[in-house]
């Protein structure tokens, strides 16, 4: 079988070529700083719209996990709210509000 | 499981650490993606992992069987099967009730009274892009332009891997399976992955979503209750939405793949700068455009084959790509618009030439293909026929009335849209290697505040993605 299968020297381009440009695929980093990247990125995504975590929790509905979990999210966006890290979030909100109000 | 979400956020972050954990466990990390996977598209109904695998048993079966044969009659056939296998899948689950709709409206036309029942069946989502995944590696191996590929974990994740399972890019096997053959030696491309990342959730979540519930789906719904300028901002509105909803998926895809470690061809590249109908489908779902090229337009004949045939295939094949959008006659119209928009700008290539030559003529030629695309997303975006008939009779005589829908916010929305349409390439090159320059954890802190601000920024709620349903 594996004789008579077809053997390619060269894989076909794709259309376009590649999404990222190769100038840019130079330089980058491993698996590793990929993981750190996200876990940083998350952890400030919970502190400036903790309350995403806990609406989110509260749609995945009821359950032994859940429940725990769902009180902790209440409680850490409480705590972000006291620390006045919502604000931000709430300024831009607002902003956005203004401008979708606005008429000619 | 939607990208801009925080279900996926904490999806991927695990992903990401099994893959760090891994390194060079090359095997073991296509395995884990393979199941990461098959998790994610169980999120929408596990029962679609079936049909999922069914694809992939049949795609590594037959690329087998076809890289076997001796002879090509066998070959021919096995291609044959493959195909019709794949087809079958596609047609039952995504067009039986359509054919049963249109058999009924037929027979009440003939004025006969026995009506079929319709079979209600549930739509998995991404079927018409993994069918179209599996389609386009047996044709290769029928052709010889792609290698057999001898390991069933490799062939399930070319039809599964997550970022592009339910809305593409229709990645090609040819480019796709070398990349699983051995790990790629590049560095991964955190900037620029991060920056596709940031854009396309900025793109769908605050111009794309705010455009669909502030302005396109209020007049779309009720046409005629608008005038003619809340009509004409509606469908631009519409356009941008379009635009920035799907480029926004493949982009996201793009982007995760590269942290990932993969690559992906791109998908967009500005198609509303296009001065010719035909240069719109080389920068609009530019993966779907060249599969329906090589897969349907040039085993039809091209345009080796002489003028008229050379329109009969454009027509034959816009429609059928039309058609794979979406079981509704409206998706036919839709296509046959392009399709028979390309065949007359062919005709009239003498007369207009390959490109506008003159600065004005540019802009002019933009314009109107500009234009042209939009009327054909009236049909596409209407409810069905009726609507888009008053749609378009709306817009040819109810001028009278001022503008009630499209505010100051919608306005500066289909025109942030418009605007990306026309920044030069190098800005996303800068930016990357701006971003590039900070340090892992600086990235990642500016990625989190960035994804809070576009959160902020968004509507309450993600709408799913437009393509999802195709």
């Not at chain 2, 291609?79 to 049963?100: M, P, S």
Request: glycine residues 10%; positive net charge.
């Amino acid at each position: 079988m594996v004789a008579v299968e077809s053997e390619l020297t060269t894989i076909a381009a794709p259309p376009g070529g590649d999404a990222i440009p190769l100038a840019l695929r130079r330089r980058g980093g491993t698996p590793r700083q990929v993981f750190v990247l996200t876990l940083v990125g998350t952890l400030l995504l919970a502190l400036f719209a903790s309350a995403d975590l806990s609406s989110w929790l509260d749609r995945m509905g009821d359950g032994p996990v859940l429940v725990p979990l769902q009180n902790v999210a209440t409680e850490w966006d409480g705590a972000m709210q006291r620390l006045n890290l919502t604000r931000p979030a709430a300024a831009l909100r607002a902003a956005m509000h203004r401008l979708l109000d606005a008429e000619w | 499981m939607l990208f801009p979400t925080s279900g996926f956020l904490l999806f991927f972050l695990v992903v990401a650490a099994v893959m760090a954990a891994l390194e060079t466990r090359f095997a073991t990390k296509k395995a884990v993606l393979v199941a990461a996977s098959y998790y994610f598209y169980a999120q929408w109904d596990w029962r679609f992992c079936f049909l999922l695998a069914f694809s992939t048993g049949v795609s590594y079966v037959v690329g087998r069987l076809i890289g076997a044969a001796r002879r090509r009659d066998r070959r021919r056939l096995f291609l044959a099967t493959g195909v019709t296998l794949h087809l079958g899948v596609l047609g039952v689950f995504k067009y039986l009730d359509f054919f049963v709709l249109s058999a009924n409206r037929l027979a009440q036309l003939l004025g006969l009274s026995h009506e079929l029942p319709f079979f209600e069946l549930l739509l998995p989502v991404g079927i018409s892009f993994f069918t179209f995944h599996g389609i386009s590696y047996i044709t290769d191996v029928y052709r010889g332009d792609v290698k057999v590929c001898r390991d069933p974990l490799d062939m399930a994740l070319y039809m599964s891997f997550f970022p592009q399972l339910v809305a593409g890019p229709i990645v090609r096997a040819a480019y796709f399976l070398p990349q699983l053959a051995r790990p790629s030696a590049e560095p991964i491309p955190l900037a620029p992955a991060m920056l596709l990342i940031l854009g396309g959730l900025f793109k769908k979540v605050v111009v794309a979503n705010y455009l669909a519930t502030g302005l396109v789906d209020p007049v779309f719904a009720a046409p005629t209750s608008y005038g003619g300028p809340d009509l004409l901002l509606a469908v631009y509105g519409y356009a941008v939405q379009i635009y920035c909803d799907f480029s926004a998926y493949s982009d996201i895809a793009i982007g995760l793949a590269a942290l990932l470690g993969f690559r992906f061809p791109p998908n967009f590249n500005q198609p509303y700068r296009a001065e010719r109908l035909r240069e719109f489908w080389r920068r609009w779902h530019i993966s779907l455009s060249s599969w329906l090229r090589d897969y349907l337009y040039k085993p039809l004949g091209g345009n080796r084959r002489g003028r008229l045939k050379t329109y009969r295939n454009l027509l034959v094949t816009m429609l059928l790509g039309g058609l794979w959008h979406g079981a509704a006659w409206k998706f036919v119209a839709w296509g046959a618009l392009h399709g028979g928009g390309l065949a007359i700008e062919r005709l009239l290539e003498p007369l207009i030439g390959r490109r506008a030559q003159t600065p004005a003529a540019r802009v002019i030629a933009t314009i109107v293909v500009f234009h042209l695309v939009c009327l054909a997303w009236i049909f596409f975006r209407a409810e069905d026929f009726v609507v888009a008939r008053l749609y378009i009779e709306g817009l040819a005589g109810g001028w009278r009335d001022g503008v009630q829908q499209a505010g100051p916010a919608m306005v500066a929305l289909i025109l942030v849209g418009m605007a990306g349409q026309f920044t030069p390439p190098a800005l996303f090159e800068r930016a990357a290697a701006a971003l590039g320059r900070l340090p892992v954890w600086g990235l990642g802190a500016t990625s989190g505040v960035a994804v809070a601000a576009i959160d902020a920024l968004g509507p309450a709620g993600v709408a799913p993605f437009i393509y999802f349903r195709f």
